[in-house]
Structures are given as C-alpha cells and as structure tokens.
C-alpha cells in the first residue's frame, strides 16, 4: 500500500523565515508532486520531480529517491504564502496518492 | 480548453436527494479523475477513465455512486441518494497520459 506522510502538519512562522515541509512516501513512484490550496480551495501545481531539486522563484523542492523522500523549502516566507501545501506521488497514468497536507500560516 | 471545467461550483442537496457533477477535462487529455476532499486535507480518490472506459475503480463506493465518461460530452459523477457523509469538495484532473495531473476548480456539495 502506497503511503505518503508529511510534517510537520500545522506551521506558523514570521514572514521572512525560511520553512520547509518535509514528505515521505513508501513505494517506488514516477514522480513526487508538490501542490498548494488557498482557502476556497483550489488546487494549484508547484512542482513535479522524479530527482534532483527544481527551484521556482522562492520555493525549491528536493527530492532523495533512495531515502523516498522529499521537501518543500520557502525562502523568505510571505503572508501570501499562507496556504495548505500537499504532496503527491504517482505513476504515470494512475492515480495521485497525497499526503495528509501541512496548513501554512505566515503571520506579518 | 486550456483548463479543466467543473460545474456546479456549489451543489446543495436534502440528504436523499439525487446529485450529479461534472467535468469537462482539457481537450486531448485522455485521462480523467475524480477525487472526493472530505476533511480539509483528506483525499480520496473514486475513480479514473482512460477515454470513455473505466480505468480504475477501486475507490468508487459500490452503492450509489457512478461516473462516466462519454464521447463528446462532460464527464459526470452521480450520486443516487445523497447522504450526510457525502458532503466534500469533488475534484476532477485530466492528464495526456503522463504524471502531471490538472485539477479542476472543484465542485462542494453540501448535503443538508
């Protein structure tokens, strides 16, 4: 059974500081999926990576295939960036297995 | 289109009540998928299409609830005597064929 497992599960932080969200998985995947949802619900893609580190603008995602495991960092964290972060793993065609989400708060 | 449709945005319906979904996946997506957010982060995933044949099942309760995909028309997902636990947020995503998956808007149903 595929099982997929983020901390921490609730996370306030100052703006500016820099968070990172942490996901494991148990089985071997196509690829790792980080995936953001506002309040109202949502759901927008951040990042897809199978290995390596992508980076857009202030957010990078890391992923260690051998350890199956992955992380959501956000450098100089803004109010803005409030939001539930998910991470999903899937292989091609079938379905995405998500984590239990981590609830961002980004206080000013 | 470019983005994945789902309508109703919001859905009430008296628990008993029939509900139905839909989904128009973006054009030349192939896969289509239907994902019930019952809690604020708990996924569950129903059901997928490849085309208009059901792909995977395995998550589809066996009463009550049925989905299709038909040629040249909005997918549905339908759910026969709505009850109090149905009440969630009903995604859908569409994918080529690959691993990236496009979500839809979502479509809250609220069961009174």
């Known amino acids: 059974k595929n099982e997929v497992e983020q901390s921490p599960q609730n996370l306030t932080a100052q703006e500016g500081e820099f968070i990172t969200i942490n996901c494991s998985y148990s089985?071997?995947?196509?690829?790792l999926h980080w995936l953001q949802q506002h309040p109202g619900g949502g759901i927008v893609s951040l990042f897809m990576l199978s290995s390596g580190k992508k980076k857009h603008g202030r957010l990078i995602a890391t992923i260690n295939i051998q350890e199956k495991h992955s992380s959501l960092h956000i450098t100089a964290s803004h109010p803005r960036d409030s939001a539930v972060y998910i991470c999903a793993d899937s292989e091609a065609g079938n379905q995405f297995y998500f984590g239990t989400g981590t609830s961002l708060t980004v206080i000013p | 289109g470019e983005e994945v449709a789902q309508t109703p945005k919001h859905l009430v319906r008296g628990e008993g009540q029939k509900a139905k979904l839909y989904c128009a996946p973006i054009k030349g997506h192939s896969y289509v998928f239907w994902y019930q957010q019952v809690l604020k982060n708990e996924f569950k995933f129903l059901i997928s299409?490849?085309?208009?044949?059901?792909?995977?099942e395995t998550g589809m309760p066996k009463e009550r609830f049925s989905a299709k995909c038909l040629p040249n028309s909005p997918c549905s997902l339908e759910i026969q005597a709505t009850k109090l636990e149905d009440s969630a947020v009903y995604f859908c995503?569409?994918?080529?064929?690959?691993?990236?998956?496009?979500f839809g808007p979502g479509t809250r149903l609220t069961v009174l």
């Open positions: 299409f490849q085309n208009e044949n059901v792909f995977d």
């Open positions: 089985v071997g995947i196509s690829a």
């Open positions: 995503a569409s994918t080529p064929m690959g691993v990236e998956q496009f």
